[in-house]
């Protein structure tokens, strides 16, 4: 401020202080650095070489400092950092864009990574802090130690058959009619629940399921459909996928409901995964109405 005005008296009623502290001020700068800072005359003030220096450097120091408040305060609140996604492409492939899109729009600073993730894969993923949230289904009960997981939407259970299969014409089909049938299931590691579901369902209709395959991609398990080695028992979703050459068939009395959730570790939530989860719980019902689409 002496420096701007030229003036010791001037700069101390800028400050709301009076002057002999502001030549206090200065003159221990001055001895601290070894150096005048101003040449000091009955007229005016002038600044010295050495005093433009610290003037320059200060003025960047000061707005560095202030630019640093603002970064903290803001990564507190999720506003900066990164964001890392597992997701299971399968369940998720409208729901991740719109999630992605709507957390971009309110933080747009924040760098957001997105991995294709299986269920087992996002388990170490979690195990190796690479990932801060996994969007799958539920997990298994001893595989997501330390892991929080909320509910993002509930689905149900599709027959798949190939497009020229005499049952691709049927509007609802009942499990019981499938007993001959060889049947394709996603792999068990990477969804037991699901899978475990489908063979009890299976089990419950009067037959233990022939097990053709068990593919780890549900993409996979289409391409086999369409290809007419086997049909397949899968959650609905799959119908975002591409299904050329397949048909979905609702089964007849069946009200299993297929859980997709969200998971973190709630222990070391960074601000920016906190953000995320917040924003997924406040979509829920948006979600659930774009997954019956």
Do not use: W
Not at 32 to 39: C, D, H, K, M, Q
Not at 63 to 91: C, H, I, M, W
């Amino acid at each position: 401020m002496v420096a701007s005005l030229k003036s010791f008296s001037a700069a101390a009623r800028e400050l709301h202080t009076v002057q002999p502290a502001i030549s206090r001020h200065i003159a221990a700068l001055e001895e601290e650095l070894g150096t005048r800072l101003f040449i000091r005359n009955t007229r005016d003030v002038q600044i010295t070489a050495a005093g433009l220096q610290l003037l320059s450097d200060a003025t960047i120091l000061l707005k560095q400092f202030e630019d640093a408040k603002n970064r903290t305060k803001r990564a507190a609140k999720g506003e900066l950092g990164q964001l890392r996604v597992g997701y299971l492409p399968s369940a998720c492939l409208t729901l991740i864009p719109y999630l992605v899109k709507q957390f971009h729009s309110r933080f747009p600073h924040v760098d957001i990574s997105l991995y294709e993730m299986t269920v087992s894969e996002q388990l170490t993923a979690f195990k190796h802090d690479e990932i801060d949230i996994g969007i799958s289904r539920p997990l298994p009960v001893d595989g997501g130690d330390g892991l929080v997981s909320h509910l993002l939407y509930q689905d149900h259970l599709c027959v798949v058959v190939p497009e020229d299969h005499e049952l691709a014409r049927c509007h609802r089909v009942k499990l019981s009619d499938l007993q001959a049938e060889k049947l394709i299931l996603f792999h068990r590691e990477e969804a037991i629940g699901l899978f475990d579901t489908i063979i009890h369902l299976c089990q419950n209709n009067g037959f233990s399921p022939n097990l053709s395959a068990q593919p780890k991609h549900m993409q996979t398990l289409l391409t086999m459909v369409a290809a007419g080695l086997g049909i397949a028992i899968a959650p609905y979703c799959v119908a975002k996928l591409y299904t050329q050459g397949c048909c979905l068939i609702r089964i007849e009395k069946d009200q299993t409901e297929i859980l997709t959730q969200i998971h973190y570790r709630e222990k070391s939530l960074t601000p920016t995964a906190e953000a995320f989860v917040e924003l997924a719980k406040q979509s829920t019902e948006i979600i659930q109405k774009q997954m019956r689409a």
